[in-house]
């Protein structure tokens, strides 16, 4: 099969071209250089209709990576956030639909679903985002979804819980809590929790997100159908503070800050959807993951 993946630069996505590498030929497209050896790469917009048109010359499958991702810019900035996340979407979409691709496989967030109002976090849960971030990506699920009903796109929705690898940017001001925390130890210092570090998520490796895509991509009759992905487990801010202290031989303890304002609560997958239709379970286990990041 002939799979293009947006995003391709990123986290998530060049961990899915490595990944499916031998299983299929793949086409990234990202606005960044391609960073997967071997990759047939393609430095293209998906804002610009153009880019994806080309993009999608001949492919059988569509992995839709490519995203703003920054919560905190989406509320700086929410006009070019919905251009990349949902105009982007809306003209992969078009392209498809055009084209008869096969299947688009969305790439959302648990950001679309806002304060769980329950945990485990079943996928049927209520969709309230609480930041622009949150919006735009439930618009292009939303805008995605459609496009099986109006056009037949076979499209599935994948909704990643908190992922990390060593492949997130360190340097980026919003970078995720793991990638701060590593870093913080790495360099002799406590990791900042951000508020009572009672707050709970839930952590998964990128490469089991990764993973999760490729089963995705091979199981039929899932058209138009929504995953959660995370491990399943709850992870308490200040029990992964001190597993990462501990994975880097430090002894501090960790340093408490005011709580970031709009912070949810607690946030945990309920994965039995997931393992009854698609038999999936992670393969790194925190400790392993922390583990890599510190290497
Ligand atoms: N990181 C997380 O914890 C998390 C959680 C849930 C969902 N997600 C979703 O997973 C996906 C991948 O996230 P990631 O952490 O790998 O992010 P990332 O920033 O590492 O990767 C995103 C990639 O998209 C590319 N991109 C951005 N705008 C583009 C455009 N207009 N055209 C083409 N390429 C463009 C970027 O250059 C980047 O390489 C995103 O859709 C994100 O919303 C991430």
Known sequence: MKLLVTGSSGQLGSYVCELLADRHEIIGMDIKP????????????IRRPGDVREALSDVDAVVHCAAQVSVERSLEDPVSDAETNVIGTINL??????????????????????DPKYIPVGEAHPTEPMSN?????????????????????????VRPFNFYSP????????SGVITKFTRRVKAGEAPIIEGDGL????????????????????????SG????????????ILDLAR??????????????????KGDIRHSVADMSKAKALLGFSTKVSLRDGIAEMLG
């Open 93 to 114: 979409l078009q392209e498809c639909a055009a084209r008869k691709v096969r299947r688009f496989v969305y790439v959302s967030s648990a950001a679309v679903l806002g």
């Open 133 to 157: 971030y949150g919006a735009s990506k439930l618009a292009g699920e939303r805008f995605a979804l459609a496009y099986t009903k109006s056009h037949g796109v076979d499209v599935v929705v």
């Open 243 to 260: 597993l990462v202290i501990s994975a880097g031989s430090l002894d501090v303890e960790p340093e408490l800050t005011a709580p970031r």
């Open 167 to 174: 492949r997130a940017d360190p340097e980026s001001p919003y």
């Open 225 to 236: 159908e929504v995953f959660n992905c995370g491990s399943g487990v709850a992870t308490s």
């Open 34 to 45: 391609a960073v997967v050896p071997g990759l047939k790469p393609l430095v293209g917009d």
């Open 199 to 222: 707050q709970t998520r839930d952590f998964i490796h990128a490469r089991d997100v990764a993973s999760f895509i490729g089963l995705l991509l091979e199981k039929d009759d899932i």
